[in-house]
């Protein structure tokens, strides 16, 4: 019984923390902070075309070297099964984010779940909101004090030609904007 919570215990923290690493890069890496790396490159454009994602086999080296990284972290300290599921769990939750993310641009929800995650991520990519960082989650928007509800501007997320406005000053992408489907 131990192990079998011990398993559930890894599972959980592996979402919380993919969860909470989601948050934190997209705020951080993709906003606040000053920096000229490809991530807040890739980030930037997905703002201004946002029906454009990051190459997928750059994710993937990504993916697997934090992966990697992250088990070699947590074996010390987890021991070799626990780190595994943990790492596992972690792997998943990403590929999840990874799923939602896109769906939640290119395709109309199906559930109300979904239509939530919708208007709350494409109120994120409205000129000048800084909030709602979280895409498969308002959890760590709420836990931070960024969760902003969508219907204070009013956007209608749910239908097919949703617009988001970005800095025209910002010229770099705007040439080949295209609206969400």
Not at 9 to 24: C, K, N, Q, R
Not at 41 to 59: G, Q, R, V, W
Not at 61 to 82: C, K, N, R, S
Not at 112 to 138: C, D, E, M
């Amino acid at each position: 019984m131990a192990i079998q919570l011990s398993y559930l215990f890894a599972v959980i923290a592996g979402i919380l923390t993919w969860s909470l690493a989601e948050y934190v890069l997209h705020r951080f890496l993709g906003h606040e902070l000053k920096t000229n790396i490809r991530f807040k490159k890739e980030h930037l454009k997905h703002h201004f075309l946002e029906n454009y994602f990051a190459p997928t086999k750059i994710k993937a080296l990504i993916a697997v070297i934090v992966v990697f990284a992250t088990w070699m972290i947590t074996t010390p300290l987890l021991g070799f099964e626990i780190a595994c599921v943990y790492s596992l769990s972690f792997t998943v939750f990403y590929l999840y984010y990874e799923f939602v993310h896109r769906s939640l641009h290119v395709k109309q929800p199906k559930s109300r779940w979904g239509f939530f995650l919708r208007q709350h991520h494409l109120h994120h990519h409205q000129k000048g909101i800084v909030a709602n960082y979280g895409v498969t989650s308002p959890l760590w928007d709420v836990v931070f004090r960024t969760y902003q509800s969508p219907s204070v501007t009013g956007r209608a997320s749910g239908h097919k030609k949703a617009y988001s406005e970005h800095n025209k000053s910002d010229r770099q992408f705007n040439e080949e904007r295209r609206p969400v489907a």
